[in-house]
């Protein structure tokens, strides 16, 4: 095969008696970089092309979803809601992404009834009462405003606890898979103790407040029983906030003890005669079977354009970054 096209033209060089000889070697230096300029202004168009397309690649995927599902809710539907990870104010279930969804659900005319999708273990309790509080006001304006109930179903998927159960007790039912793990109702501060180690080691431990409690639960310092006391107490209040919400939920379908309140958790078949789900059952069966409307539109409010490109180009720069430390020689990085 010819391979001339791809090759560089090569002239051949005067011999260095040739009187002409030092102009011919500006020339060709010259020549040479010229060419190369090119070459840079030729590839660097290429990868801000490539570039280019990858964005208009993400948009196009982000715009059919988004058109998909707006065919898809010009007729009657299931409002589907997850709710996914931890539960906190800068996470993807955090109280405005949850409450927004749920707005945007209740406003819609051909919504037959909401599914929140529930695979989280629990996070903030303030976060968690946002979105069970938010739930109700939906529900009760709603039936003022229309004069009948939109029925709200919770379903658990691999995990609904902790505060994600908190989410849950607001909807009219709970639903589960027969191995999802539910409940955990209770509260916890994690913190260590390093006041022996200090010990040991001979160090001094110099910690000035303003108040004598300001410095409660440092590690480095004794817990005295008043401060542990009173950190109790709180738990305590937080705990029985749980419990009223979990009470008011579920009322008299509940039929374990105190056990229920105690931290434990148990797996979708055995919540049931408990009392913390209502029955076996998955968003696509709760949405064909109880509210009649098998097409699911998922209202959930996903990162923006901006976000998602961000987290892409995040990880994709680690990864590289990864990759020239492993040629580099420097083993691997965890």
Not at 84 to 107: M, N, P, Q, Y
Not at 251 to 271: M, N, P, T, V, Y
Request: hydrophobic residues 40%; positive net charge; contains cysteine.
């Amino acid at each position: 095969m010819n391979w001339k096209f791809w090759q560089r033209r090569a002239e051949p060089m005067p011999a260095p008696g040739d009187p002409d000889w030092e102009r011919s070697l500006i020339n060709r230096v010259a020549l040479e970089h010229l060419q190369d300029q090119r070459r840079g202004r030729r590839w660097g168009n290429i990868f801000k092309l490539l570039i280019l397309l990858y964005l208009l690649g993400i948009l196009g995927v982000a715009l059919s979803r988004s058109a998909w599902d707006g065919l898809k809710a010009g007729k009657e539907h299931s409002a589907l809601i997850q709710v996914k990870g931890v539960i906190s104010s800068d996470s993807e279930a955090s109280a405005d992404r949850v409450i927004s969804a749920l707005r945007d659900a209740f406003k819609a005319e051909r919504v037959k009834g909401v599914i929140l999708r529930i695979n989280s273990p629990g996070g903030s309790p303030v976060q968690s009462g946002y979105i069970n509080d938010e739930i109700r006001r939906l529900k009760e304006k709603y039936k003022k405003d229309k004069g009948h109930d939109l029925p709200v179903y919770a379903v658990c998927v691999d995990i609904c606890a902790s505060g994600a159960y908190y989410v849950a007790v607001a909807a009219d039912k709970i639903y589960a898979d027969k191995a999802s793990l539910v409940g955990s109702i209770g509260v916890r501060i994690d913190a260590f103790g390093f006041e022996q180690a200090m010990k040991d080691l001979g160090v001094e431990r110099r910690l000035l407040t303003a108040g004598a409690n300001k410095g409660i639960l440092d590690p480095f310092s004794p817990l005295p029983e008043a401060q542990r006391q009173f950190i109790q107490g709180v738990l305590d209040d937080l705990h029985q906030q749980f419990i009223d919400a979990v009470k008011t939920g579920r009322g008299d379908r509940l039929k374990g003890g105190d056990e229920l309140f105690s931290g434990l958790f148990w797996s979708g078949d055995q919540a049931r005669p408990l009392g913390l789900v209502d029955g076996l059952g998955s968003s696509s069966s709760v949405a064909r079977d109880l509210i009649g409307a098998e097409t699911l539109v998922d209202y959930t409010k996903k990162k923006d354009l901006f976000e998602s490109f961000a987290d892409r180009l995040g990880v994709s720069a680690a990864n590289a970054f990864l990759q020239v430390v492993t040629l580099l020689g420097g083993g691997s990085v965890r």
